[in-house]
Structure formats: C-alpha cells, structure tokens
C-alpha cells in the first residue's frame, strides 16, 4: 500500500513537473516575435562594429612581416582567409538588416537569420581558435565569441543550451587537430567548459531579464488599452461615447477650415424608448440599444463617426457631406429600423427613431462646443412634428443665397 502512494506522489510529481515545463515553454514562446525583432536590430549594428573590426585585421596581418616558417605561414594564411570569409559574410548581412531592422513584424526570414548569423559567427571563433594553437595556447577567441552571442543574441534557454553544447563539441574536436601536446589539449579542453558556461550564463540572464520586462510591457499596454476603452467608448454599445466623438469634431472642424468641405451632424432619438424599459425592462431597452447600434455601425462609411450620445440618443459624423446627402443618409437609416424586427429572447418588437440634420460649418470656433445645437433643434421639431421622421436646419449658407434671391426683385421694384 506504502509503494501504491510513492508511485501515486511520484506520477503528480511528474505530472506537475510536466505541465511546468509546458507552461514555461509557452510563456517563452509569447515573446518570441519581439526578440527575433530585438535579434536583428542587435545583429545590423552588431555588423556595424565587426565590418571595421574585421577588416582592421586583415589589413594588420598583411603588413606583418613573415618570419618564413611553414607554421608561421600556414597560421598566417589561415587567420587571413578566415576574417575574408566572416567579413564578406557579415557585409552581406548588413546588407539584410538593414532593410529588415525597421520592420514590427517578424517574418521567416528574420527567424532564421538569427540563428545563421550565430552559427556562423559561433564557427569563425572555433575555426581561428583552431587556428591559432598553431602559434598559441590561449583560446580567447573561443572566450570573446561566447560573451558575443551569450550578450547580443536572445534565444530561448533550452536553444541557447542546444547551440552552445554543440558549439562546445566543435571546439572539443578541432582543438585536437592542431594540439599536439596532451597536457596543452587537456587544458584548452577545460577552459572551453568554462567559456561555453559564461556564454550560456548570460544568454539565460538576459533572457529572462528581456522576458521579464517584455511581459510588463504587454501588461502596460492592456491596461492602458482598456482604460482608454473605458474612457473612450461605451461600454454598452462598444461605440465611442461623447467625449472621443467631441475630439473628432475638433479634429474634423479643423480640416474643414483648411479644406474648405462640408461636413453634417446626425442626431437620432429612438422613439418612445422610455416606453419600452417601463413596458419590458431595462435589459430589452440595452439590447434594443445594442442592436440600433450595429445597425448605424454597418450602414456608415469608414470616415464617418457614430457616437453614443446618451440614453437613446446616437450621433453620426458624416465627412464631406451636404446638408441633403446627410439627410437622404437619414432617411435610408430611418427606414432600415422602421422596418426591422427587433428580436430579444422571444420578444419580438418594432420601433421608429426621429433624425435632426444640420452642417457643422454653421458652428464657429468660439462655440464648438455647442456643436450638436442645430442638430439637436431640427431633431425636437421632428418629434413635435410627430416622430419617426427626419428634419433639417438649412446652412447658413444657403440662409445667405435664399435671402439674396429674395432682395433681388425687391430692389428692382
């Protein structure tokens, strides 16, 4: 019975130790888009240094003055045509990023890049390291090389844990091509656990710290996105409320100024609403609500702007629109909910709406505020004219060219 509830501990063990890993995984993998992104902007300035560096190199080798023997020679020779192949190969990637580092998007392109551009810097340290036992027993370009991508490279721990194993095994073996003495290959050996060990150190610690301060990031955004719907938008509706609809007036009463267009106020009423709520209940009266609301967002333009008001009150902003193409497009809307059929459970219900249309150019820039007034007083004259119909207040404009062909006769008598 004791081994029965051992193997049981053991199998929950297991099993949360399981799901950990998994849920660790995930975790990393949320942030993998931003650091393929962080990789190549690392890696096109991380060339912007090496390019130099590399060919500052070649040109030292080149004026260095043989000592004429087949090792000197030979390490000579190697040295050079390595920093020629790492240099031709980091000009073309910088040739890459820099068209890629500006992106918001990571793509396949960028995903593997990454990893190339390691592997291969990784494999210039271990072929010059190798290169030079010929003349040397110190292993710092394997040392440096580790710092390199351990520091500039963000990979996942169990990749860079993959990568630098591998990189370790590399170096096991073509140290041993050019080390003749075992004692100096044992050693070397041993310094590249230690050169490996500092670049994965560094590589899980700045992991861990970039997805630390990503994951805030994220958090930072949400919450600053739902505060913003919050004060935005109505909750109800999901529509932008009277304060958001405001700003685009200004915003829209502004271009108007420097362009010249017309631009018109909605103003819609569902009528009789306080008969409903009293009638069915305030959760029918927030559906038939929702449900106008989908009605006005399907059936305006994308420039346009429809707006809770308040209560059972709705405003649109029709962009370079007239003042009878504003009330044509509340004519068509009028109609759309006359004859819809409103259904809410089993409840199945008709209701109109009254429409006011004026011109925001009627507005002055001193009395913005009030720019709804025109709208709001030919939206009382259809419910006094008695409901379900659209009236407008004519622009000051056509005020002025009415009264001018009015004068006109009148003088000539």
């Not at 106008?292 to 399907?298: D, Q, T």
């Amino acid at each position: 019975m004791k081994e029965i509830k051992r193997f049981r501990k053991r199998s929950l063990s297991l099993t949360a130790l399981k799901r950990r890993i998994v849920k660790s995984f995930q975790n990393n993998s949320s942030v993998l888009g931003e650091c393929t992104l962080t990789n190549i902007r690392r890696i096109y300035y991380l060339t912007l240094i090496a390019i130099p560096l590399r060919i500052i190199n070649i040109v030292q080798f080149f004026f260095t003055e043989s000592q004429n023997t087949q090792v000197y020679e030979t390490w000579r020779q190697g040295i050079i045509a390595s920093h020629y192949v790492l240099l031709g190969f980091l000009f073309v990637v910088f040739l890459i990023t820099r068209k890629l580092k500006n992106r918001t998007e990571p793509n396949i392109i960028m995903s593997v890049l990454q990893y190339i551009v390691a592997v291969v810097i990784m494999a210039s340290g271990v072929v010059i390291v190798a290169i030079d036992q010929l003349v040397t027993t110190n292993i710092t370009p394997f040392l440096l090389i580790n710092i390199v991508i351990g520091a500039f490279f963000l990979f996942r721990p169990l990749v860079s844990f993959f990568f630098f194993l591998c990189s370790y095994a590399a170096f096991y073996y073509s140290i041993a091509f050019t080390i003749t003495n075992q004692e100096v290959l044992l050693s070397n050996r041993v310094n590249g656990v230690t050169a490996v060990g500092i670049g994965l150190l560094l590589s899980i610690i700045l992991w861990q710290y970039n997805y630390t301060n990503t994951i805030q990031k994220k958090f930072i955004e949400m919450q600053q996105k739902q505060l913003e719907q919050m004060a935005y938008y109505d909750p109800l509706t999901d529509l932008p409320n009277r304060r958001l609809f405001e700003k685009m007036v200004k915003r829209e009463f502004a271009a108007m100024q420097r362009y010249g267009h017309e631009t018109v106020i909605v103003f819609l009423d569902i009528d009789d609403f306080k008969l409903i709520n009293d009638t069915y209940g305030h959760a029918v009266g927030d559906e038939v609500l929702k449900q106008v609301a989908e009605i006005l967002k399907n059936n305006v333009r994308e420039s346009d702007t429809v707006a809770r008001f308040g209560g059972e009150e709705f405003i649109i902003l029709l962009s370079r629109a007239s003042v009878d193409e504003g009330c044509a497009f509340a004519e068509r809307l009028r109609k759309i909910i006359m004859e819809k059929t409103f259904s809410i459970g089993s409840l199945s219900l008709k209701i109109t709406s009254s429409f006011g249309v004026s011109s925001l150019r009627d507005v002055s820039g001193k009395t913005l505020e009030n720019y709804y007034y025109h709208a709001d007083q030919a939206l009382y004259q259809a419910k006094q004219s008695g409901k379900n119909r659209v009236e407008k207040v004519c622009s000051r404009v056509d005020l002025e060219i009415s009264s001018k062909t009015k004068t006109q006769p009148e003088l000539q008598n």
